[in-house]
């Protein structure tokens, strides 16, 4: 169970107003994930087998805190739900959304009543609302606190949720879900470019479906590496597409293997030098393409 995604009651002093900007550590690092997140999947749209347009926002929701009410006075909220963060350069950056806005209802949706408190059930269920809109129409509405409607114009993306957690040191994904843990994101020391390559490995598992290649269940040590080398390999494709230099991959396997970082198993993930190996040599396949429509031109393990 998440703990907390974007408030962080205790960094903050009760009465702090609302910002345009994160007010804490917490919220930097959500805004961040975000940001990079939106990038990646932002630039890989047309290669995703599931996109769908997005607008790069999360909601979160003082309920989840054990204390909700400190949560609504740290933040300067007049409600439980509002914005966590926006992804910088996103449609909802440009339709003029920041974090700490309070919501009141989601495409046309009333956000409804507090579920128990450390619940993230009304949260989540509103994140999938303004999605399921987003990708349905083009466009999501959301009333804001004080009752004013911010139509936001979605933008092509993979249909990915990228997510802070605080998880322990490691990272993971599902067919749509990409997550971090708080933990992980620290040992990489704020280096936005091996943070884009711990996502594009993620967004790589997502992307290519390794979930449902694997199925449910105990899963051989042979399998997952074959998913391993293949995320490990298209993630240098969906960096480069975004604008990141993939070398940065090959910095990301040297600073958290060998240490230990992001509770990695060298028998499922592959030894540190075998990997960055195989990345350097798909880095080379892919500038030898005359472009990088990894859709086409990515090979599939055997």
């Known amino acids: 169970m998440l703990a907390r995604l974007a408030f962080a009651v205790a960094a903050l002093a009760p009465g702090t107003p609302a910002s345009a900007q994160p007010v804490d550590d917490l919220q930097q690092d959500d805004a961040q994930v975000q940001t990079i997140g939106w990038r990646l999947s932002h630039a890989n749209a047309g290669f995703c087998a599931r996109a769908a347009p997005g607008i790069g926002l999360l909601l979160g929701d003082a309920q989840t805190f054990a204390d909700p009410e400190l949560a609504r006075a740290a933040y300067g909220l007049s409600g439980d739900i509002a914005v966590a963060a926006v992804a910088a350069g996103s449609p909802a950056e440009a339709a003029g959304l920041a974090v700490n806005a309070v919501v009141t209802a989601v495409d046309g949706v009333p956000v409804g009543p507090a579920p128990r408190k450390g619940s993230w ?18 466009k999501v509405s959301l009333m804001l606190g004080g009752g004013r409607v911010v139509t936001v114009m979605a933008a092509p993306s993979c249909a990915v949720r990228f997510i802070l957690d605080d998880g322990k040191n490691n990272a993971g994904a599902t067919r749509s879900q990409v997550r971090i843990g708080r933990e992980a994101l620290d040992q990489l020391g704020g280096d936005e470019a091996m943070i884009a390559a711990v996502l594009a490995h993620e967004l790589a598992h997502a992307a290519l479906d390794h979930e449902t ?22 993630s240098v494709w969906i960096m480069a597409n975004a604008g990141y230099p993939p070398e940065a991959a090959l910095r990301m396997i040297r600073l958290i293997q060998p240490r230990g970082l992001l509770v990695i198993p060298g028998a499922s993930h592959g030894m540190a030098s075998t990997r960055m190996k195989e990345m350097a040599a798909e880095i080379a396949v892919m500038r030898a393409q005359p472009d990088t ?7 599939r393990e055997p």
């Open 213 to 234: 290649l694997l199925g449910p269940g105990k899963r051989s040590t042979n399998a997952v590496r074959r998913t391993e080398r293949e995320a490990d390999r298209l």
């Open 121 to 138: 059930d009304r949260v989540w269920a509103l994140q999938t609302r303004l999605e399921q809109a987003a990708a349905r129409a083009g």
């Open 293 to 299: 429509n990894w859709a086409l031109r990515f090979r």
